[in-house]
Structures are given as C-alpha cells and as structure tokens.
C-alpha cells in the first residue's frame, strides 16, 4: 500500500547494518588481522589527482586511489575508484603530488633512538669547538651531580683527532659525562665520571675492551668496546617511563619522515647486555600494544642467544601480535665496524696493519645457534660488515640450508657492506638477503679509503648495484641513531653517492635507480621481514600507509632525487603533521 516507505524503512535498516557491521573492526584491534577485503566495502577516503607511485609491478602508477576500513581498496584511475565512494566519502585532492607507500626502515634501534633524542646531540658535529659548546650548554640546563649523556660524534668530521676528558673537565667538575661516539664501540668519560668508575692510571684493560692512555698512561677518558662497561655500569638505568616516552618520541620522528614500518634490532649491543630487547619488548611495546598507543608498525629482532624464548613465544602467539607489532626474528653479530676498525677483513688495515678486524661471536657457537634458530622456523639475520665475515656467513647460511633442508627461510646480512669479488652474486644465488644503509656511504666515503686505501675501497664498499644485479632482495634502512632516520636522504644517496662536500661519485657505477631505491624502503623491505601481505606497496587489502611527498612531479623527484614528506597517513589516517 505504501510501497515508497517500505523501501525507505529497508533502505535506514539496510544502512543502519552497513554501519553496525563496518564499525566492528574498530572495536578489536586484532579484528584487521583476520580481515578480509570485501569487494564492495564503501571508500572512507578517496585520493585522485596525483602520481600515485605504488611498488606494485601489476599497476606501478596510478592518479587515484580509495581506502577503506584501514586498507587500500583500489588504485586507479579516478572513475574507477569513484565506484566505492558514497555520501560518507572523504576525498583528498593531492594537486597533482607525489604519492608513495609509506617507508620500511629496515634496520633501526628505536628505543635506543628514542632515549638518545633525549640526550645531548652530538651527531654532525665538525668542530672541536663546537663540541665543547654543547656540552657546555648541556651542564647550563642539568642539575648538580646528574649524569650528562650524549652521543652520535664522529671524529672524523673534525679531521680525524680523538676527543679527551681534557676538553671538558673543566666545566663539568659537578656532573659525570659519558658521550658514545657514533657507531657505539666507543665512548668519551669526562674526569668525574672516570672516577666513580675506579678507572685509573693503574687499572688494567677488561679482556675484549680498551682503556686509551696518554704517554705517561694516563687514561684520556676513551673507552672502546668492553670497557665502555666500565663507566656504563655507573649509569643510572632508564627508567620505564623513560623508555615508553622514547618510543614515543621515535615515532613520532619516524612519521615526520614518512616512515610508517621499523625493523627494530634491538639495543643489544657487542659487549652489552643481551636482555634489553625482551625487556623493552614487555615493559615498552606490548604496554603501547596493549594500551592502542603504537603509532608505527614494529617488527622485532632480538638477540641470537634467545632462540629459544622466541620460539616459544610465537608458537603461543603467532608472528602478528596486532596490526602494529610483528615478531621478527633473532639477530646475532659476526664482526665489528669499520669505523672502530673491527670489521673483519681478508686484507689487513691500511692504517693499522696488524689488524685485520675481529670475529665479534665464536663461528662454531654462530653455527650452532643459527641452526637451531632456523630449524625452529626462526628467521635469521646477522651483522656482517668487513669482506671475509661477509663470506664466513654465506658460507655459513649454506650450510644451515643444506642440512636443515629447503624452506622459505629469508637469511638476512645486516650491512652487507664491504664485499669481496664475487660475492654480491652470491647473495641473489643464495636467496640471501642484502640489509643495507645508504647513508653510512656519507660517513664513510672518506674513511673507507684511509682504512683500505683507496682502490680496495672502490672495488668493494657498497656494492648495490651489483647486488641488485645478481637479483639479491635489497632491503633498506638507517641504522637509526648510528645514522638519521631519514629514507628520502637514503634514496638521494643510493642515487648519487655524493658525500656533502664531494663534487662526484663515490663508485659511480654502483649507483641506482630511483624505483630501485624505492623498492628498497619498502616492497623489498616488506618481503625481508616477511611482512609483504601487509604493508611495502599499495596494493588491493594491504594497509592504507603511504606518503606525501613535495615533489611537484615525478621527473623533478627522479632528476634531483630530492623531495620533502609533506604527510603521512597509517592505515588511511593522517598521523603526521
Ligand atoms: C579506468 O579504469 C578502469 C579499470 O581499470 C578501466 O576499465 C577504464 O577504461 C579506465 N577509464 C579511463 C578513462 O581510462
Ligand atoms: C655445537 O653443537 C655440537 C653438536 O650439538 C656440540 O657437540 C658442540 O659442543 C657445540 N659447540 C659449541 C661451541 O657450542
């Protein structure tokens, strides 16, 4: 009798369940896991008009897609995507900017990050002078007797000398100092905080550590590698609050940088203690997980030795402990760096040359937890820098395949950096993973070729091209705080190999594409972690993150390789700015 009403009554109950059912995943976090797209899910966000880069072979480019729930439910052209769109649909016109997925950074300390933005700031610093004024301006705003702690030098941005307790003593007679110097294996203890430590002219150096003395042996406040316990030991720990408000403030510079997914490894560190991971892991990320106060996707790595906890834990839990937290898998070391000449090397060092580096871990006890770690399904990653450790691990990853038997097990080698002849085919033959840091290239093109001499470092530092060229899977990342969290700085490096203050190319033939380079700070970081059916392209049901980038079009981003994050959006919401 009245047809028109009943259809208007079906059509609000229609709606009225439409809503009910949308709004479900919202409730339970875990809910986006089990998620699956649905063909006809209506679009939260529509966004056309721009050159939308999506690190998915099957449609690379695209002016527009539509989100929905979270996830990417269409990339294409406009009238395509426009079909998911109703009265609800928010639409973002992008003016014809760059879009691309948000970043992986495939290799970062977060916590330790985090903690370290709260300290003194020493990275970049190039002079001596300027040095000495932060820490003076550091002593201005801290309380009498409390720690001073920094990090992040490099003295090689000042010409080369080491930094001594005498630079600083004499303002901080009222406050012990510790200041770490960039790549961690060594630190600078002011007079004071010698001195709590017992660290004198007549103490002996720990075994596996330094004490750097003057030429009448007193010390100078250096310490390398196991001493820095030395001193270590004395500092307070950080608090709980402390490292909660590091994760904060990590990912909150991540996003400021378009990074939307981290691989943390942990702030295992050689020398250190191999439990911060897991308590970082509880008292930080499960609380921020729990509590729905994770910003950025993590997925964690944690020390080798653990294996077996790990193990557990994902049998109980599976990998994806929510949309946010990802378990990784183990990380182990097998040589030092290049920086503190510990890397370990066929060849000696130019500059030290009865010293060919170090293998940090014993290479039957490396053999031994890695095949256990592997045959328990664990995926493997191990620090390798210098040419022979890099070989000793792919030997090694061999035969760990060979006699744990075949499976998609993804072997990483964090750093990968110095290779011998040879060996970056290696890495695609193997199925070995190549996780690298463009950006070490700025600190290192100079030092390289003091430690090596110059043609044994431009035959083998960096080599991406030619791993690419061997189909290795090139993941990318920062090495944050060693180096800044930043992948469009990466990228512009991995293109240009061109330090500040060089006017040409460290190697130029190993320079690389920009889709190379994007690929490596996201799909091909995505698969190093076995996270590609989540996040690393915007494709059809996988997470809404992406970027936007200043860049006016896709020419000027590739010509000058250089372009700004203007937002980032994780799971189709802005989280920056
Ligand atoms: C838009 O995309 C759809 C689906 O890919 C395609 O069928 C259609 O021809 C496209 N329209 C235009 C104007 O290119
Ligand atoms: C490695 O494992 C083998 C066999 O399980 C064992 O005999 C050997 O002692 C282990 N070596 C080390 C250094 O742990």
Redesign the pocket.
């Known amino acids: 009798m009245f047809p028109s009403m009943n259809i208007r009554m079906l059509l609000s109950a229609a709606i009225v369940l439409v809503l009910a059912i949308s709004s479900l995943p919202l409730l339970d976090p875990k809910y986006f896991l089990s998620w699956k797209p649905r063909v006809s899910t209506v679009a939260d966000l529509i966004v056309r008009n721009g050159v939308i880069y999506t690190s998915d072979d099957s449609l690379l480019f695209a002016d527009s897609m539509a989100v929905g729930n979270g996830r990417v439910l269409r990339v294409g052209n406009y009238s395509f995507v426009q079909e998911l769109a109703d009265y609800r649909t928010k639409e973002l016109d992008l003016g014809g900017k760059i879009v691309v997925p948000g970043f992986i950074d495939s290799h970062v300390h977060f916590i330790y990050g985090g903690l370290q933005m709260a300290q003194v700031e020493l990275r970049g610093v190039n002079k001596k002078e300027d040095f000495i004024k932060r820490i003076k301006d550091a002593v201005k705003s801290s309380k009498q007797g409390s720690w001073i702690l920094g990090g992040g030098w490099n003295n090689d941005l000042w010409g080369g000398d080491l930094p001594s307790a005498s630079w600083i003593d004499d303002f901080t007679q009222n406050n012990p100092v510790w200041l770490s110097r960039m790549d961690g294996h060594m630190g600078l203890a002011n007079s004071v905080a010698l001195k709590l430590a017992g660290v004198t002219k007549y103490s002996k150096d720990p075994p596996g550590g330094t004490i750097m003395r003057t030429a009448s042996g007193e010390p100078t406040g250096l310490l390398i590698d196991s001493a820095k316990k030395l001193v270590g030991s004395q500092i307070p720990e950080d608090s709980v609050d402390d490292r909660r408000e590091a994760l904060l403030r990590a990912s909150n510079l991540a996003l400021s940088r378009g990074v939307t997914t981290v691989v943390d490894v942990g702030r295992y560190l050689p020398g250190g203690s191999s439990d911060l991971s897991w308590v970082d892991f509880s008292d930080v990320y499960q609380w921020a997980d729990t509590l729905l106060k994770m910003k950025v996707r993590v997925c964690l790595f944690f020390p080798m030795e653990t294996w077996s906890h790990l193990a557990d834990l994902i049998k109980r839990t599976g990998l994806a402990l929510s949309q946010w937290l990802y378990l990784g898998g183990v990380k182990a070391f097998a040589d030092g760096s290049l920086g503190s000449n510990s890397a370990l090397f066929y060849e000696p060092y130019v500059d030290d040359p009865e010293n060919h580096g170090l293998l940090v871990t ?1 290479a ?2 490396l053999l ?1 937890l890695t095949l256990k770690s592997d045959l328990s399904g664990l995926q493997v990653a191990i620090h390798a820098i210098g040419d022979r450790a890099n070989d000793l691990i792919l030997d090694m990853y061999s035969l760990v395949a060979s006699t744990n038997g075949m499976r998609d097990r993804r072997f990483r080698i964090e750093h990968a950096q110095q290779l011998a002849s040879g060996t970056p085919g290696r890495f695609g033959k193997q199925g070995v993973i190549a996780s690298v840091q463009p950006d070490h290239i700025l600190d290192d093109a100079e030092s390289a070729g003091r430690k090596l001499g110059k043609d044994r470092a431009e035959k083998e530092s960096y080599l991406f091209k030619s791993l690419l060229d061997g189909n290795a899977l090139v993941a990318m990342g920062s090495d944050w705080p060693v180096a800044d969290i930043n992948p469009l700085s990466g990228i512009k490096t991995a293109l240009t190999r061109r330090p500040p203050t060089w006017e040409k190319s460290w190697i130029p033939s190993e320079c690389i594409s920009l889709e190379d380079a994007l690929k490596g700070y996201t799909i091909a970081a995505a698969r190093a972690s076995f996270l590609e059916k989540q996040v690393g392209s915007l494709s059809p049901g996988k997470f809404a993150d992406f970027v936007i980038l200043s860049a006016d079009s896709w020419e000027e981003f590739a010509e000058e390789a250089s372009a700004s994050v203007e937002a980032t959006y994780v799971s189709g919401v802005q989280a920056y700015p």
């Open positions: 014993d039957e006890v031994n």
